[in-house]
């Protein structure tokens, strides 16, 4: 019977001081209904009071299933009674299940920053816990600055904690709110206050300033907590919080706790990671622990012929329990051995002798010495393969294209734009020329293209852009430099491949990788075995 | 008298197996010269005949004042003496003081991957070793996969590390090759390496698919450990390696070890960090321990107010001695009490109870509304305060601009591209209309509107764009969707602004970063208190 650890996810109040990130309502009900359908067992969802966002978030949050909604707030001013805090009446007014209040543990902290005595700290966290507790709320006590706390003075340290416990609070955290604390710190200072209140329910609440949040958590755990705070991916102030989707998997596969989350589940793991990147348009970090794409990917000749005999080689785990799979990469590197499973794993089946793999390894050579990435762009890579080996046609042979962009600033001095593209093209024996606006030139451009093939390849309606991007490959000579265009198309059944263009000319990079979208999804259609 | 850890990188080698990572050998030549300069002890810089890039920085390598330059290979081949093994040669042919040898410690990987005897792998070890010994290098052993290998048969492991003792390998080091180990189970399996063999000298390799690479680091250190071998930044195949630039603070600050490098230069490590995303052209991760921009960043209005009393109570070292800084964030949930801030970091002096300052909140709230990010544009967000507290005035005013691209394709496929583009401005009293050609329209727009500034502002001559990103705000619409466009510009001193601007046209979004990033330079100029 494995033993049970409590997540608790900070993602939506913690997660959101990170520098950078900004929840809509919208966000935060989307990220709060993914959290409690994933099986995380306390969803943090913000600080009621603190600002309109979080606010509105709580007065219209989603039914939540398994989770418990958790609001956050500060315990009571000093010189009050608990009952008449405005803070912990906005607490209790969002009627949550839990709430978790945050207090502080370190004495220097409570004469320098709050400004009271220490007997009166203590008070201030016992009122303000009894308060919820006899409110209904179940109650989880937030010490602020504990292991600093308790290598400042470690009586008043566990002092603080013993208020909150007396008053009824159901867990104890434990917060390294600086994030300055080290594992072997944690693993003892853990243990101490285990031993000192035996009858508590601990939890750890760590800050990534040393790239150790994880390994405090673990540690913490070790030493006999059982409730984990942090958020989804480690976002959070400063260098973040602890990473929820790298600890979850390990607490899993190589501690054997009871998460509450199934097996099954964990293979979503990676889902919900892209969910908050997504709704905080970002790129994932191809390199996290278990979800990120590069996880399991393989470049090292020596390791792809490994992988090959045994995956276990090279791999920790099976990347099937976290949803995530094994990426043979394309690479000049690489050489034929890679570019060979990378066929294999597209199902083209071409012997290792076949001549056509020399052409392509060195189209692929040239090609990444003029810049392109073809690591990012699998179906770039995976258009000129098949192109190479003649298994695919050209389906359009473009002519000329031209874009135009005017701007006229008005009386009010709003800029009033227009862009305008036409494109002359030559399909199968028909040369087309069409003409289209946009909101500037590479819209345009896709509009006009869109217009010449649709007549031709009525497939394309289903397909459009969902990601553009630019990047100056040579900041040094940043005007004359090379450009890389990365466009990531999507069709209706969700779909999703990247493409990529590289020229002096940003325009012309970004037809580059128009054509190769659009040349990738026709092959998909025309020859869904490909 | 503090214990001395020795510092292996290994981001030319290790490092460079990682997706998205492509060394030229300026590259790898600029990154060994700042190791170097800022006092690593090894410096593995490749393969030798492992491929041509290699080669050639062996071949034509900086001359290193203070650290060894180690190479790397693997033990002989089965069934042959060390001195007619090839790849052996190959090591010693390039004349570095160190070479790393890497050798099989698992025996289930013997027997499947290399397929020899237990017995003759030893041997090959031992073998291998010895010859570099004799001839006259230091010799490092990475035992590959030595935790998987301890796992599974202690014996044979601990016998693959005395094979390599006794051939007089000066270091013997732990590879955690896959990642998959726990700091509890590094902890232990070293403290029974470092009582088996209590002469050998050890060291540690560990990779971060678990998210804890630098965890594992240290706590091989706690347990014996004395060479600790990582890459900058973490880079690495997968997950990564473990991260020196975070491993080094925490050894000297937390831990009171001497890693050979100076406090003094300790100060530089977040140059050496960058430098590193600068040649591999990626943005630095923000969010970086120690070095990260947002390392030391507060946001919280609660944070910000107890960070003026005094800073240790959200910092967990001074950011001075990483030469970091502190950093108060501009955002919609921070309101007035972090734009003043801010503004005193600019050297804005204004009253707290100024009206201004109000005009100055909403006309933030408005712009990041519209989506807008000040927190990434700095200069962006100075001028627009400069100029709402009406302390700079508009150096020009845009009447119009259009912007024509043009491509043709010739006989031999090669895209012939023109970019043009005309603005018409009003400077003081005058109304200039000029034209130009580019890489683009974005060049294009900005020759042409240097050349109608450059009579009256000949300041601009010193300023060029470094970086253009871009970046759709709101995939799910792609086509329409919004755009925002970042424009980074340095001057002939080296300063750097980051200028922002948002449209629905990418390139009215390119525009007004361009806007802001001239207005930005010339308020500097001309008044460079500002």
Chains 1, 2 share one sequence.
Not at 3 to 23: C, K, P, V, W
Not at 316 to 339: C, E, Q
Not at 494 to 514: E, K, Q, R
Request: proline share 3%; aromatic share 6%; glycine share 8%.
């Amino acid at each position: 019977m494995a033993e049970r650890i409590y997540l608790y996810d900070s993602t939506l109040r913690d997660g959101a001081q990170a520098q950078g990130i900004d929840f809509t309502v919208a966000d935060k009900q989307a990220i709060a209904a993914a959290l409690d359908a994933f099986g995380i067992d306390y969803i943090e969802g913000g600080w009621p009071g603190a600002n309109p966002t979080d606010d509105a978030f709580f007065a219209d949050r989603p039914a939540s299933k398994f989770a418990k909604v958790s609001a956050f707030g500060m315990t009571r001013r000093a010189g009050r009674s608990a009952s008449n805090d405005p803070g912990l009446q906005d607490l209790l007014a969002v009627h949550t299940p839990t709430v978790c209040l945050v207090g502080k543990a370190w004495d220097w902290q409570v004469e320098t920053a709050l400004k009271v005595s220490k007997a009166e700290n203590l008070k201030m966290i016992g009122d303000s816990l009894a308060h919820m507790v006899t409110s209904g709320r179940e109650a989880v006590f937030d010490a602020e600055h504990f292991f600093d706390g308790y290598k400042a003075n470690p009586v008043y340290a566990l002092d603080a904690l013993r208020a909150a416990h007396e008053a009824g609070a159901n867990w104890l955290v434990l917060c390294d709110t600086n994030g300055g604390s080290l594992p072997s710190e944690v693993r003892k200072i853990v243990a101490v206050v285990h031993e000192a209140l035996p009858d508590a329910k601990l939890g750890i609440h760590c800050h990534n300033d040393t790239e150790q949040a994880v390994a405090n958590s673990l540690a913490a755990v070790e030493s006999g907590v059982r409730q984990i705070q942090g958020t989804i991916n480690g976002i959070g102030e400063r260098c973040g919080n602890a990473n929820l989707i790298a600890l979850i998997p390990t607490l899993m596969l190589k501690m054997g706790f009871d998460t509450g989350i199934s097996a099954e589940k964990l293979t979503q793991i990676g889902k919900l990671s892209r969910l908050v990147d997504d709704r905080l348009n970002r790129a994932p970090d191809r390199h996290a622990a278990y979800v990120g794409s590069s996880a399991f990917a393989h470049k090292g000749g020596l390791h792809v012929s490994a992988m090959s005999k045994d995956s276990r080689s090279y791999e920790h785990i099976d990347p099937v329990w976290v949803g995530n799979a094994r990426l043979i990469l394309v690479s000049d590197k690489a050489g034929r051995a890679n570019i060979l499973s990378r066929l294999q794993q597209m199902g083209i089946d071409v012997a290792a002798d076949d001549p056509r793999i020399g052409d392509l390894v060195t189209a692929v050579k040239a090609r990444e010495a003029q810049g392109y990435a073809y690591e990012d762009a699998g179906a770039s890579f995976e258009l000129m393969a098949r192109q190479t080996l003649g298994f695919i046609p050209r389906y359009y042979d473009l002519q000329s294209y031209r874009a135009l962009d005017e701007c006229r600033v008005d009386a009010d001095g709003n800029h009033v734009t227009l862009s305008e593209a036409t494109v002359k093209v030559a399909i199968k024996d028909e040369v087309v020329m069409t003409v289209a606006e946009g909101n500037g030139p590479v819209n345009a451009l896709d509009a006009a293209l869109r217009k010449a093939l649709l007549p031709h390849y009525p497939a394309l309606a289903a397909m459009h852009l969902t990601d553009y991007k630019v990047r100056i490959l040579t900041p040094s000579e940043a005007t004359a430099a090379l450009t890389r265009v990365m466009i990531e198309s999507s069709d209706e059944m969700g779909a999703t491949w990247t493409t990529v263009g590289v020229s002096h000319n940003v325009i012309d990079a970004s037809y580059n990788a128009l054509y190769d979208a659009i040349s990738y999804h026709l092959m998909k259609r025309q020859n869904p075995a490909a």
